[in-house]
Each structure stands twice: as structure tokens, then as C-alpha cells.
């Protein structure tokens, strides 16, 4: 079983930066693939970014954050992370982590079975 654990997000200014942690526990064959999503009060949960943990570090975004938001990995440490740039009001949202063995950089939730308990982001005007 994997278990993801986020951390990192708060409160910040338009155009402010923060970086998202989630570090993960479990066989390397579960968490093949990770991604980050988010979801705001009311509103689907939608795909950030996603990339694969044991091959070239490709990477794929939403159209709404790219070149403003970098997901990386630290496969010593288990963790992914979510550099987000230039933040705006609209990113305001919970963030969650999600691993799976097969979503090959998918970015609907569908595509993913575990998932973390969320970091709040919350971007003022």
C-alpha cells in the first residue's frame, strides 16, 4: 500500500511562490506514476501536473500552469514536489499527491488509486 503525505502549502500573495512536498511510502511499482491535483470547495478535482518516478523525467501540465508550476522528484527521498510560481487568486485550492502503476502521465483522477490528505493553498489578490 502507498502512503502519500503533503506539506508546503499556505497562504501567499499574487505572484508569490510556494513549494508542495509529498513524501511516499510503499512499493516502488505503486507509485510508477504521481501527479498533483487540486480541488476547490464545490469543484472537480483537476490535474495539475504528472510525471513518471522511474523513467526520463518527462513531464506534463495543465494548460492553466505552465510555466509557472514544475514538478520534480527526489527518488532518495521518496518525495515529489510542486514548485509553484507567480501564483494567482485562481490557484487557490486544496493540493493532493496521487500514485498509480499505470496513469502514464494521465492527468484525470480516474487514472490514479492513492491518494494524500491535501495541503490548503490560498492566494490573495
Known amino acids: 500500500q502507498v502512503q502519500l503525505l503533503e506539506s508546503g502549502g499556505g497562504a501567499v500573495q499574487a505572484g508569490g511562490s510556494l513549494r508542495l512536498s509529498c513524501a511516499a511510502s510503499g512499493p516502488t511499482y505503486r507509485r510508477a506514476y504521481m501527479a498533483w491535483f487540486r480541488q476547490t470547495p464545490g469543484g472537480e478535482r483537476e490535474g495539475v501536473a504528472a510525471m513518471a518516478i522511474d523513467s526520463l523525467p518527462r513531464e506534463r501540465y495543465a494548460d492553466s500552469v505552465k510555466g509557472r508550476f514544475t514538478i520534480s522528484r527526489d527518488n532518495d527521498k521518496k518525495t515529489l514536489y510542486l514548485q509553484m510560481n507567480n501564483l494567482k487568486p485562481d490557484d487557490t485550492a486544496m493540493y493532493y499527491c496521487?500514485?498509480?502503476?499505470?496513469?502514464?502521465?494521465?492527468?484525470?483522477?480516474?487514472?490514479?488509486?492513492?491518494w494524500g490528505q491535501g495541503t490548503q493553498v490560498t492566494v490573495s489578490s
Open positions: 496521487a500514485a498509480s502503476t499505470s496513469a502514464r502521465w494521465s492527468l484525470l483522477r480516474g487514472d490514479y488509486y492513492d
